[in-house]
């Protein structure tokens, strides 16, 4: 069956440092793979989408990786902030949408 | 609206009840996703729609649940005979269409239904 496994249920580091988040994924084979933010109590907020044929994408303080060989995904918060705790989903799309469990991050000031 | 409405935002209701827990997508959004969240987890899929077509309903529990999307915008999530089980949130997403109609990836999330089921 279909599983989507990320790291570790929560992450705590100091303010300024990077955190990084990990998405493993078996049994798929998805066309892309995306990250979402999700604060306590409200929707996921989509933050980046990157493709099977894409190896790295960025976006601000964020970069993602996409290695389908080893069917995973690393999601890197540069230079962190207090503001960027919050909980992280990873989701892999074959036309459908699933979601891993999510990641809680927590950035000590 | 701006953005994806889910109603009711909480709903509680006795055990053997029917209920229908509406998503109104964004305007234009072609494909409308339906998960269920409880929580410390992350969504669970449901099933998903691109325009009227349910295009997969394998996340679906069991025969209790289903879901329609009539006319290819407001989508009702319908869970009959309720159950204790059954509470959770439960969340709409829509995203636009891309090439071919299917969606182009990113899901607009709705602020969720709770359902608790006494």
């Known amino acids: 069956s279909q599983k989507i496994e990320q790291n570790s249920e929560a992450l705590n580091i100091q303010e300024g440092k990077t955190a990084t988040l990990t998405c493993n994924y078996t049994n798929y084979s998805p066309a892309y793979l995306q990250w979402y933010r999700q604060d306590p109590g409200r929707g996921p907020v989509f933050l980046l989408l990157i493709r099977e044929n894409e190896k790295e994408k960025r976006k601000e303080r964020l970069k993602v990786t996409f290695d389908t060989t080893l069917k995973q995904s690393l999601f890197h918060i540069t230079a962190s902030q207090p503001a960027d705790s919050a909980t992280y989903l990873c989701a892999l799309s074959n036309n459908d949408m699933r979601f891993g469990a999510g990641t809680r991050l927590t950035v000590k000031p | 609206g701006a953005g994806v409405s889910q109603s009711p935002r909480y709903k509680v209701t006795k055990r053997g009840q029917d209920v229908a827990l509406r998503c109104d997508p964004i305007s234009g959004h072609v494909s409308l996703y339906w998960y269920r969240q409880a929580l410390g987890q992350g969504p669970e899929f449901l099933t998903y729609f691109n325009y009227e077509a349910q295009q997969d309903k394998s996340g679906l529990p069991n025969d209790r649940f289903s879901a329609e999307r009539p006319e290819g915008s407001i989508s009702t999530l319908t869970i009959q005979r309720t159950e204790q089980r059954d509470s959770a949130m439960y969340r709409c997403?829509?995203?636009?269409?891309?090439?071919?109609?299917?969606?182009?990836?990113?899901?607009?999330f709705g602020e969720g239904s709770r359902l608790t089921v006494l």
């Open positions: 997403a829509s995203s636009l269409a891309g090439p071919q109609g299917r969606s182009t990836g990113e899901l607009f």
